[in-house]
């Protein structure tokens, strides 16, 4: 419980440290979860696309036949490689900025960390300490993002379904812009032939691009990205905090303590 305690009133202490680790959370939370939530929007988007195509064609010969139906999977999950991309660089930075900040303030730290050995605190409780208060302020910035985006889900659900619609648009091949765009571009006449048998209400421009304007509705549980972006930015925080406290710690204690 003491050491919960210390925890809460370092952070307190260091206001501007723990300020600007905060505003990075943050930053890293929200465009995470976008990420995650366009890359699920896509993957939506190309089963919905693959489930009206195997309405018409169920043995995928018009795949070969018709380029545009193929450039269309390959949009679709050229933006979810993307997505995951993007998310893993937001990963691999939060750790460096992490590693950086905590390097920065343990050096401001230095006689705040001495003071705690000469209390009698071994080096490795005392990193543990320093680690924890990252995690914490993690953990709490975490709750105020999830808990403002989830009152704030409507607006900010269709923010991220214009995003995504707008990816999508500026993804597609000049040919495909072309079939988008007008309604009696070449190749209409070919891909609506799909439909001639068909008692269907789909037509051309609805398989291609019908994936574009996407609802919410069709998406999946996003509670597993919540847990996802909790535990592995929690990982890497206490990861590339308690490191390079414990390093520097060691390293006081042998030239000072030894």
């Not at 990982?235 to 710690?249: D, G, M």
Request: charged residues 15%.
């Amino acid at each position: 419980m003491r050491i919960v305690q210390r925890v809460f009133a370092s952070l307190l202490y260091h206001r501007k440290y723990a300020g600007t680790l905060g505003i990075v959370t943050a930053l890293f939370l929200v465009l995470g979860l976008s990420c995650l939530i366009i890359k699920d929007f896509q993957r939506s988007a190309l089963n919905l696309f693959q489930v009206r195509l195997g309405m018409i064609d169920q043995h995928a010969a018009n795949i070969s036949k018709f380029p545009a139906l193929r450039q269309i999977i390959l949009v679709h999950e050229t933006l979810m490689k993307n997505e995951q991309t993007i998310f893993v660089i937001l990963l691999w930075a939060l750790a460096l900025i992490i590693l950086v900040a905590s390097t920065v303030s343990l050096i401001h730290r230095r006689s705040e960390l001495i003071a705690y050995r000469l209390a009698g605190k071994n080096f490795t409780t005392i990193s543990w300490q320093f680690a924890l208060e990252n995690v914490a302020l993690f953990l709490l910035i975490y709750f105020v993002v999830v808990t403002l985006l989830l009152c704030l889900q409507t607006p900010f659900m269709a923010l991220l379904e214009r995003l995504n619609q707008r990816l999508f648009i500026d993804s597609l091949s000049t040919a495909l812009t072309n079939l988008k765009d007008s309604p009696t571009a070449a190749g209409w006449d070919n891909l609506n032939r799909i439909f001639s048998n068909q008692v269907t209400p789909f037509n051309g421009h609805l398989l291609l691009f019908g994936g574009a304007d996407l609802s919410s509705d069709f998406l999946t549980d996003y509670s597993q990205y919540f847990a996802s972006i909790l535990w592995r930015g929690g990982s890497i925080v206490f990861t590339a905090s308690y490191l390079p406290a414990l390093l520097y710690n060691w390293h006081i204690s042998r030239t000072i303590f030894e």
